[in-house]
Nanobody, 116 residues
Framework: QVQLVESGVGSVQPGGSLRLSCGVS????????LAWYRQRPGKEREFVAR???????EYANFVKGRFNISRNKAHDMVFLQMSSLNADDTAIYYC??????????WGQGTQVTVSS
């Protein structure tokens, strides 16, 4: 069984920064990409950022240079460094792994709240 577990401090003030981590545990699998998604209150889940095996990185338009995704391959971890956070970034953030055979594995999500 493979599990993704997200972690990171949950609350931050507007303009602040936060780093989310996601670790892959369980049996070893081959992944083609790791990604972050989020679901804001009352909205559908949306794409935030993706890093592929070859190092290619993509961001959603709303990131606008505020977020940075990185990966530690040796420890099967992916990170999302977020800065200049605002209330619209309040959401549950999910980590997703894409396997070599095309399956998506999701983490349980971690709540991020941006509030003064």
């Amino acid at each position: 069984q493979v599990q993704l577990v997200e972690s990171g401090v949950g609350s931050v003030q507007p303009g602040g920064s936060l780093r989310l981590s996601c670790g892959v545990s369980g049996r070893k699998i081959s992944m083609t990409a790791l990604a972050w998604y989020r679901q804001r209150p009352g909205k559908e889940r949306e794409f935030v950022a993706r890093i592929r095996n070859g190092g290619n990185i993509e961001y959603a338009n709303f990131v606008k240079g505020r977020f940075n995704i990185s990966r530690n391959k040796a420890h099967d971890m992916v990170f999302l460094q977020m800065s200049s956070l605002n209330a619209d970034d309040t959401a549950i953030y999910y980590c997703k792994a894409v396997t070599n055979w095309g399956a998506n594995i999701w983490g349980q999500g971690t709540q991020v709240t941006v509030s003064s």
